[in-house]
């Protein structure tokens, strides 16, 4: 009668990783054929003290492969944060897709009453079980810069509509 | 070892709707302080073919109130989409965030497995069981109305941070 936390997490961000995925592939496709520098998109904010494209898309994955990892109790690749291109954030989204979809749904087991740490041994250290920390946390987290990395670009006029930030479900 | 579906719907809207809530008491202060007329944040948009910024906060209630009014098999309220002003919508949060609450648990037992038709009699129907319309539809979308509405906010020069994103988690 209840959810598993596995089904919680990966399927959700697989999910949402394609998604992004396609939107930036009509991103490039976009810059190409209007003659606009890829820079343009990839540097694109929606207010100067937000992050670009760019990060928007780093975070996102890194929110894929932490949320995951840590309800997985798994060690977590390090990514370098040097991505420049379009193929770029490609690879960092298929790495990332290929980092969560090695994990085994087994060890998720539990998860939802362990204890996960955030910023610990900072001001801001903040203790929350795993159930919390994937559905008030993580999700929200993700969905957001997910949801940023769209809006940027709809801004900037790459023709999208909802389907494109829903992917398939 | 699992969650409920309770658990990933009723508290993870009610966060974002109280988020929502102090996000937009930050708009209506900031236009008051700026002299800035209510109506231009309020009819804002990020491009001229996305809905503007009370339509954004209505499809994010509308989202809390049918996915977890249908998960629960309760009747759902009908709202007006007659908001105009930021009191409006303050009051619209407020009654999504009434119904919600006064979902019966329970009722949600069991949802994870039956079968949700979206979009009932048109060419775009589509049937999905209760978990995948919770996490893989239901979550995305209304996540995606959630930060739509913060990132018109935050292009308009509305002082917010991600902690006001967050909300009480």
Redesign the interface.
């Known amino acids: 009668?209840?959810?598993?936390?596995y089904?919680?997490s990966v399927?959700?961000f697989t999910?949402?990783l394609d998604s992004l995925s396609e939107v930036l592939k009509k991103a490039e496709e976009h810059a190409t054929e209007k003659n606009i520098a890829p820079e343009i998109l990839l540097q694109a904010r929606?207010?100067p003290d937000?992050f670009a494209l760019i990060r928007q898309v780093q975070i996102a994955a890194d929110f894929a492969k932490g949320v995951a990892g840590r309800l997985a109790e798994n060690e977590l690749p390090a990514y370098e944060d040097n991505e420049q291109t379009f193929a770029d954030l490609q690879t960092r989204i298929a790495k990332t897709k290929a980092f969560i979809s090695s994990l085994d749904a087994a060890k998720f087991?539990?998860s939802?009453e362990r204890e996960i740490i955030l910023r610990p041994g900072t001001p801001k250290e903040k203790k929350?079980n795993g159930?919390?920390y994937l559905?008030?946390?993580g999700?929200?987290?993700f969905?957001?810069h997910v949801?940023?990395t769209?809006?940027i670009l709809?801004?900037n006029?790459v023709v999208l509509g909802?389907k494109d930030?829903?992917g398939a479900?």
Chains 1, 2 share one sequence.
């Open positions: 009668m209840t959810i598993s936390m089904a919680a399927p959700v999910q949402m929606l207010f937000m087991a539990g939802e929350l159930q919390t559905l008030q946390y999700l929200p987290q969905f957001f949801t940023t769209y809006a709809r801004h006029g909802k930030f829903m479900y």
